[in-house]
């Protein structure tokens, strides 16, 4: 019979990434800065210059701008 | 005045649910918090009651059947009051609540509780107009529960619509849309209690809510007649005991919310079996018990569930020889539906081919789901994305609890879900369950940005956050307006309701005329759900076949005698086969608007 308990019902604390910076030095820490400013440019780029609403104000300039 | 039916119906079937769910609370791990076990009650009673509701309107489905249904969850609820405040208390000061997310979280909880008071307006594109709200109508009307025959989508499982026909009996079809909120805050609880389950503290676990509030994309799945929401929760509720599941007990209750899950929607079939591979893959892995002991618990599991869901499978098996029924594309050499005319089997396929659709099949489509499903959300019918975090903190939220046994079972989970969904129906709503996920490992990545990123990583994630839940506000608050606008505005909700709802003077005719004692409806896509009278629809939208020869006019209109119509609808431009030729004998015209005409049956 294999024991039978409930310790992991408890919430496992998040692990400590401290050593794993240390390991990888200066690369991490540049890699997630790099990720998340692609994710917020892209979202730039594409949900906002890219609606409908952005589409009409950039076409809208253009046009004021050839005329 | 008219809100109180339905804040009185909504607080009757919570109150009851609660009450059913107590039942489940023997079951519960014993060192499980007091959000788990809120959150399950809830979840567990809503699930238990719609069953409940669905076995006895089998043979009765009165009002008066619906309140013995509900009293005795009220009844065992109220042993649970005494102490239910201490353990609001409890679940509002898990930290003390951050302010942000309190106040992002209750902006949406208000636009939902007032928007839900609106009545349903709409046509036959939309989903509660169509069968969420009509089979409900049509089953208080009958006072039994049955498949609406012009309408096959009504013999879906219905733990859900069996509480929409409850709220609606007591409350009105207001009480239906307000259980909206109720929907909503179970998702809600269930998601903060995972998100405690992994290790989050009571300001993560706000913003986890938070996020999961402003994720158009889940919202859409939580008003509007749709079931999505609680379907969600009902997963998430079996993901959050499966993957601690020790005792027999344990997985007795992670089958009871598996059949509830499958009670509610086809698609639980799918996530069933994934949640018992992956529950057998770590609890083996885990050698929290002997493979054998494992076995027959999950075995034991699978027996519960089955029998849950039975109710809903069987009717359809008794019905139409056929428990998933229609059939979807996949299930039809398994499943021939023989009672289904082949033209309406064909349509009900191609549309949930067309809606499920998503963005292609290619391995391509599947690398760039989470791109996708972040920017190009409207595609799946996402109605506004999922916001940027679980994109940008996500992986860095599972890698932080790389080591977290029940963090990986439910990656493992979100990942195996992920694929079915892509190779099945690509509809956004049906992917809730996963973007709660998405949030819990968002805000996990999070923090550990906070605790060990740059300055400059720590700017732009809070400038990630900020995108995520303006940019989900700014997508659900205007989609909302107008809803709240008819709650509050008598004269706009008029307006609105005549300028949106097809033939709406004919039926305002037709309730109102003494007279009237049922109705022809001869177009296929006008919404019999505003008939407050009987009525016979010949041809169903998918083109169900109501009556022998239903093609034919004067066929359909020689066995109005023997069907008791007094009184025919007529519309156009929308014909089809029956079209009504002008001054047909045997028929008086007795209302007329605009493309649309009432004849009495002379």
Known sequence: ?67 | MRFLPAIFANMILVASALGFGRLLRPLFPEKSSEIDRFALTLLGGLGLLGTTLFCVGQFWFSRFAIILVLLPGVLLSVGIFPGALRKCRTILAIGSPPILPLAIISSVLIVTAIGGFAEPIGDMNGDAIAYHYHGPKVWLREAVIRPVPDEVLTSFPSVVETQFAALMSLGGTRAAGLFSFASLIALLLIAASLAMRLGLDGRGTWWVVALCATMPALYRGAHGGFIDVLFAGFLLGAARIAFDAVTLRHYVLFGIFCGIAMGTKYTALISWVLLVFCCLLFSALGRRQSLQLLARHLGISCVVAIVVCAPFYLRNWVFFGCPIYPPPPGLLRFFPATKLLPSVLQEVQHNVLETGRGLGRGIGSFLLLPFNLTYHTADFRGAGGIGLAPLAFGPLGLFACRKNPFAIALALFAFLQMTAWFATAQVSRYAIHVYVLGAIFAVLGWQYIAKQGSRYARAVAAVVLAFSVLYGLYMIVPDRVEDMHAAVSPVFEDKRRHEETPYLESFDYLNAEPSVSKVFILGPYVAPFYSDKPYVKPLGRWGEQTLPDANNLQAVLSQSRALHVSHVLDVFPEYGSLKLPENTPGLTLVFQGKDQRVYRID
């Open chain 1, 1 to 67: 019979m294999m024991r039978v308990d409930s310790e992991n019902i408890f919430p496992e604390k998040v692990e400590e990434p401290r050593k794993w910076f240390s390991k990888t030095g200066a690369l991490w820490p540049r890699l997630i800065e790099f990720w998340l400013t692609a994710v917020v440019v892209a979202f730039f780029l594409i949900r906002v210059l890219g609606s409908q609403t952005a589409r009409r104000l950039l076409s809208g300039l253009g046009h004021s701008h050839f005329q």
